[in-house]
């Protein structure tokens, strides 16, 4: 079987391990009426009393083994086929042609954005449609870990840290001032109007506004390239443009956003381990460097492709869960060991990429359909912030470029900073980041935050498009032509012919 | 030594973050599923180095990281991965039809008819009367009980000891690479045997309600027997015909195609009442025999793909084994598993040598109905929740721990058996369990 075959069957099975758990307490509608439960298709019959008049006690009504009703039943059906339909929905929309014909539709940066799915998660949570419920949705959190433990994986994988050794100097503080910008002037724009709208009586001393912002603050501060072409294709190299290199290094302030936010706003009242907050960092950064040398020996294990498959995705399921488990985020103890992973000496690395590429897709789309369903559109108070948002990272993202043009742009090769965009792509990983917050903390702030990101990352995108039609931008080359070659491992499979399944990476043409 | 290494940090880490709290409802399902499916897998590395097959490794790894020795994998956390097992159930079912060759199994025809009648069919009297004359022994299942009421109570016990394993049988034939007379014999006699037990136990427990609880609507029964035996083969047949177009015609997906069949069959053909196990074992045979499409392909791929599925399944499996209550009815337990092997030892012998099967047959089919695994278990959980209070937790205690007994001593011996008749190894292709090319 064709790895992404492989790899979305499992995506499959552990969604469905939620949906099956759901569905084992449906939610009662008033019209249900119990029936006579069965096995095995067989009624079961009512004991009253025994035929003998013994003492023994009669034996109670048979449990329900396969208590349904009617509706019990359709609603199984519904929400079953509604989450198939969906699987092959994002099997779909990852398809070469499909990928091809939306580009010819000039529709490509939003569509392979991957917004749709947002909204078709919306609309399978409406009450019409009501595929993904609230109940469904609580237990689909296992794929939503998984998911997230896997973009953070892939995102950390493709950060080859040997490329820093020779990013031009100034890089650092462009990268820094760069996203310094939009965090703050969004975060404080953002906090201003929430503050000012707020119903539930926020006020500054509240730590869950200070969450808020550095939450809204990050998710602005990161950017994708200009086009982003999913999580799967983004390791840097001579050839690519610079953007591409700094939306890499860009995520970085992400990973910190979200050790530093699960670290420092956490309710561990009800947990065994009381530790100070600072203490969460530490464990965060030790989890992921444990798992990810775990990772890095247990796939010099296997002797098959399948055994393989079953030990990363093991790993990855396994990463998740604790993460999750420790109230962590699975993005940023995943990105850790994929760093790790994949810049350890590795003989392994090529396949692991293989099968990380081939999941990437699904995975994203799956993952983006349940942001959309845990999206509340109605909330207006979060559309009342997306003009902030976008505005806010404009603004910042413009005292940014000032600021290291000014400081260290002599220093600097062109595209570097005299070529920067104003009107950048939100980073695919700022909606990942506010849907992995929103899975640990569930108060009144949080659907505001999720409405801003989602709202603004769309507008964002919208408003780049317009651009990019206005006047396309030549993309930068190789900046930096003294450079040592490092390893093209996006480049695995380009070997010229069409494969079946999902595209994962299509620009290797060059830089976009 | 690596494996024991990774095995111990991976527990390690399990171990200190099950710790954290005890409340698995945030993160405890892709906990378990990744905690199960590495452990498993390295915990099968070094029963393997050791002789052992793999499967005992992935049980075992599962009884070690359960509920009822290290507690790492709560009863919840095995639940929230119960579709797992349902999937893993329905790709088995349809594997093991499309092993089914019947043009290779005419010949033997006659032989697994014998096998089912004197074997399978046998065994269930046999252990229904061990049963009845060890009442003594078992008073949490017979005490205030008649006579008419504990036979009524051995029929149904006895049927649900019967079932066998395709499961176990698969995956050890699929590990072992094995090919030959008694692989094809005993993989088509425990399927046709399980075939049968579905069909007995639905009717036997049918009985048993109406003689304990006093009554019974002998037509509705029918239908629904009718229904679920019947109607599972039609949808199987659909379900094939509907494959074999996407095989001719799209090709490409087929894999997938076939999985999310198999996902949907096994949540939704439950909820129809539908045995999706008779449903996808239909379509297997339909697809392997019948259809003009070219499934070699698709069922080459979906070994390769299917190890992470199984390496759950059993451990989930395992997970589930209560070792102290094993211990507790040894004896009983012990008696029960002996008649059992017993039973199917003399019956199949009989069957066999009546039928003129071939010597190997002859001599070791009998062992290929002795593992039992998930039917069984199944069989338990369904006789304990519906006569929940009366001799349903007892009838339970009995059949898990001979299942346990099973699930752990008849693996090895299985092994043992096909590659002493010199039938491991034989098949060529893809291994989902050794994992090879």
Known sequence: MRAPVRTLAFAVVLALCGVTTALADPPT?????????????????????????????????????????????????KVIAGLVGLVVLAYLGGHRRVVRFQEQLGIGGVITAGFPFVALGALAATDTIGVLTPSVLDQLRPVLH??????????????????????????????????????????????????????????????????????????????????????ANRTWHEGRGVDVLLSQLDEIVGVIGLVFITAYFRDDAATNWQLPDTA????????????????????????????????????????????????????????????????FPNEQRESIFRILHHLERPVHL???????????????????????????????????????????????????ADQRQLVTPLSGLSIALVISVESLYHDNGIPWIVTAVIGGSIATELLVSRKGDEAAVPAPMDELERSAPI?????????????????????????? | MIPLMLLLAVGGLMQAARSFTADTSIAGTELAFGYLLLSAYFTAKIFNRLGFPKLTGYLFSGVISGPFVLGLVTKDMGHSLDV???????????????????????????????????????????????????????????????????????????????????????????????????????????????????????????????????????VETAL?????????????????????????????????????????????????????????????????????????????????????????????????????????YLLPVGIIAVVRAGSFYVGAKFATKITGAEEVVQKYAWFGLVPQAGLALALALVLRTTFAGSFGDGAAVILLGVVGFNESVAPPILRRILIKTGEAGKKQGVDFAAGGH
């Open chain 1, 487 to 512: 390893d093209e491992l996006d480049d695995l499979g380009s070997d010229g012919v069409e494969h079946d399944g999902p595209i994962y990476r299509d620009d290797e043409a060059g830089p976009t």
């Open chain 1, 366 to 416: 799956l993952f983006l359909i349940i942001a959309g369903a845990v999206w509340d559109v109605a909330d207006w108070r979060g559309w009342l912030l997306v003009p902030l948002f976008v505005a806010g990272r404009i603004i910042g993202k413009w005292t940014g470029v000032l600021a290291s043009k000014t400081a260290v742009g002599a220093l600097l090769p062109a595209s570097f």
């Open chain 1, 29 to 77: 509608l008033p019209w249900q009426q119990p029936q006579q439960p069965t096995i095995a298709g067989v009624p079961l019959p009512a004991p009253d009393k025994p035929a003998d008049g013994s003492a023994t006690p009669a034996p109670p009504a048979p449990a329900q083994v396969h208590s349904t009703t009617k509706e019990d039943t359709f609603f199984a059906i």
């Open chain 2, 84 to 218: 797992v097992k349902d999937t893993a159930t329905a790709i088995i079912a349809l594997e093991a039809g499309s092993e089914l060759k019947l043009a290779k199994i005419k010949p033997v025809m006659k032989t697994l008819r014998a096998m089912t009648v004197f074997a399978v069919i046998g065994a269930m009297f046999a252990i229904g009367g061990t049963l009845f004359l060890m009442r003594p022994l078992l008073p949490g299942i017979f005490n205030g009980f008649d006579t008419t009421q504990s036979l009524a109570i051995c029929g149904a016990i006895g049927v649900a000891l019967s079932a066998q394993s395709p499961a176990v049988v698969m995956a050890l034939l699929a590990e072992m690479r094995a090919e030959g007379p008694l692989s094809s014999v005993v993989l088509a006699s425990v399927v046709v045997a399980d075939l049968t037990v579905i069909t007995v136990f639905s009717i036997a427990l049918a009985l048993t309600g109406a003689v304990i609880g006093g009554n019974i609507d002998v």
């Open chain 1, 280 to 343: 969460w960092i530490f464990i965060s950064l030790g989890l992921g460097v444990a798992i990810g040398v775990l990772i890095f020996a247990m796939v010099r294990v296997p002797v098959s492709n399948a055994e393989f498959l079953a030990v990363v995705l093991g790993g990855i399921a396994f990463a998740s869960g604790l993460a999750g488990y420790l109230r962590l985020s699975p993005i940023a103890i995943c990105f850790i060991a994929g760093v790790l992973v994949t810049n």
């Open chain 1, 146 to 231: 998984f998911g997230l433990g896997w973009l953070g994986f892939i995102i950390g994988a493709q950060l080859d840290i040997r490329v820093l050794d020779r990013v031009p100097k100034g890089t650092a503080y462009l990268i820094l001032v760069e996203a310094l910008g939009p965090f703050a002037i969004t975060a404080a724009g953002c906090g201003a109007v929430m503050i000012a709208f707020n119903e539930a009586g926020m006020s500054f001393g509240d730590a869950a506004l200070w969450r808020d912002l550095v939450l809204l603050g990050t998710a602005a501060a990161m950017t994708a390239p200009r086009k982003f072409r999913g999580f």
């Open chain 2, 224 to 328: 629904h027997v009718g229904w679920e035996l019947i109607g599972s083969m039609v949808f199987g047949l659909l379900i094939g015909a509907l494959m074999g177009q996407f095989l001719k015609t799209v090709k490409k997906g087929a894999s997938l195609f076939g999985l999310l069949i198999c996902v949907v069959v096994a949540e939704i053909g439950a909820r129809m009442s539908l045995d999706p196990l008779i449903v996808l074992l239909t379509t297997g045979i339909w697809l392997r025999n019948w259809s003009r499409a070219d499934s070699s392909e698709l069922f080459r791929n979906f070994e390769s793909a299917q190890l992470p599925v199984f390496l759950v399944f059993f451990a989930l499996a395992g997970a589930k084994l209560d070792i102290y209550t094993l211990w507790a």
